[in-house]
Nanobody
Framework: QVRLVESGGGLVQAGGSLRLSCAAS????????MGWFRQAPGKEREFVAT???????YYGDSVKGRFTISRDNAKNTVYLEMNSLKPEDTAVYYC?????????????????WGQGTQVTVSS
């Protein structure tokens, strides 16, 4: 069992930046991809970004050019650098991991999820 703990969420003004972190613990041996998803009230969970074990990254269209995903395999941690934040980025952000080194954008392909961290962007 892999346990994921997100941190770094908070309240920020539009145009500001935040950096989310997600630390994995437990059964973290092996090579695994990680991802970030978000869910706003009344909306479905949305793909944000994903990164393979080797560092290949992919982004959702709504965050491309503003968000950057990265990882430190030695620390079992993935990061999400969020810049030029907009009110529509307001959501609970979830970290996820899958037992495969290859990245994917589908939430159903991820087996372990964190509890989420709230990001609120004020206008």
């Amino acid at each position: 069992q892999v346990r994921l703990v997100e941190s770094g969420g908070g309240l920020v003004q539009a145009g500001g930046s935040l950096r989310l972190s997600c630390a994995a613990s437990g059964r973290t041996s092996g090579r695994y991809a990680m991802g970030w998803f978000r869910q706003a009230p009344g909306k479905e969970r949305e793909f944000v970004a994903t990164i393979s074990w080797s560092g290949n990254s992919y982004y959702g269209d709504s965050v491309k050019g503003r968000f950057t995903i990265s990882r430190d395999n030695a620390k079992n941690t993935v990061y999400l650098e969020m810049n030029s934040l907009k009110p529509e980025d307001t959501a609970v952000y979830y970290c996820a991991t899958r037992e495969s080194p290859f990245a994917t954008t589908k939430p159903g392909d991820f087996g372990s999820w964190g509890q989420g961290t709230q990001v609120t962007v004020s206008s």
